[in-house]
């Protein structure tokens, strides 16, 4: 049971964590001195716009994104609208969570609001993947006992895992290390894509493993 559905995750997920890789080679290739380290900002952006558009446009052909109701164009439009909407509202929530736990207001904002971009990437972007701007199924999601589907199961494994990822990467940077990881935020960020390649690979392993005691249905 449920073997289909996580061959299609196991799929999807070595894609996106195949675009992780290409979005931090590549950019070394045309960009002079490239590196997570040096040019953190500039691989930062490039894992969240790889990881944006390959996650649309694979759970948009393999069927997962939630189907619409209407056919109208006026409400595709409304729902990508929503749907950015959304992101950018989620990237703001992100940054004032981060500042309430410790991040500079307003020095280093910009490498706040980034590591904020590349937490929605991680996490937001997918709840718009699986269940479009819903909020009210994102609340079901995340609530106890909430899962209706392995890709509901799968999302709350991931996102989970990115942000505990996040949160543990913080750790080192008060300590006089002086590496060039220890420089804000760049272990929080490798910490977050830690946290969300160890969900893509652990999602799908859980939910094969468990696969006989799951008992919801797909929606």
């Given amino acids: 049971m449920w073997d289909h559905e996580i061959r299609a995750m196991a ?9 992780v890789f290409m979005a931090t080679v590549l950019p070394a290739v045309f960009v002079r001195g490239f590196s997570v380290y040096g040019t953190h900002l500039l691989w930062l952006y490039s894992v969240s716009g790889t990881v944006t558009a390959v996650s649309v446009a694979v759970f948009w052909l393999l069927g ?11 409400y595709k439009l409304s729902r990508l609208f929503r749907s950015c909407l ?5 990237c703001l929530f992100f940054h004032s969570v981060v500042v309430l736990y410790g991040a500079p207001l307003i020095e ?8 904020a971009v590349l937490l929605t990437s991680l996490t937001t972007l997918r709840c718009l993947c699986v269940l479009g701007p819903n909020v009210q199924a994102w609340i079901r999601v995340f609530s106890r006992h909430g899962a209706m589907s392995v ?9 989970a895992c990115t942000v505990v990822g996040a949160w543990v990467g913080a750790f080192p940077i008060p300590l006089d290390w002086d590496r060039p990881w220890q420089v804000w ?4 960020s490798l910490g977050a ?16 493993y468990h696969r006989k005691q799951l008992t919801y249905k797909c929606k």
Avoid at 11 to 19: E, G, P, R
Avoid at 86 to 90: G, K, W
Avoid at 151 to 159: E, G
Avoid at 185 to 188: L, N, R
């Fill in 11 to 19: 799929s999807t997920h070595a894609i996106i964590a195949a675009s």
């Fill in 193 to 208: 894509m830690i946290g969300f390649l160890t969900g893509l690979v652990a999602s799908p392993a859980w939910i094969h």
């Fill in 185 to 188: 935020p760049v272990s929080c």
């Fill in 64 to 74: 997962i994104t939630p189907p619409t109701k209407k056919h109208t164009l006026g």
């Fill in 108 to 115: 280093s904002a910009l490498e706040t609001f980034s590591l």
């Fill in 86 to 90: 959304y992101f950018f509202l989620s």
């Fill in 151 to 159: 890709w509901d199961t799968c999302l709350q494994i991931t996102v």
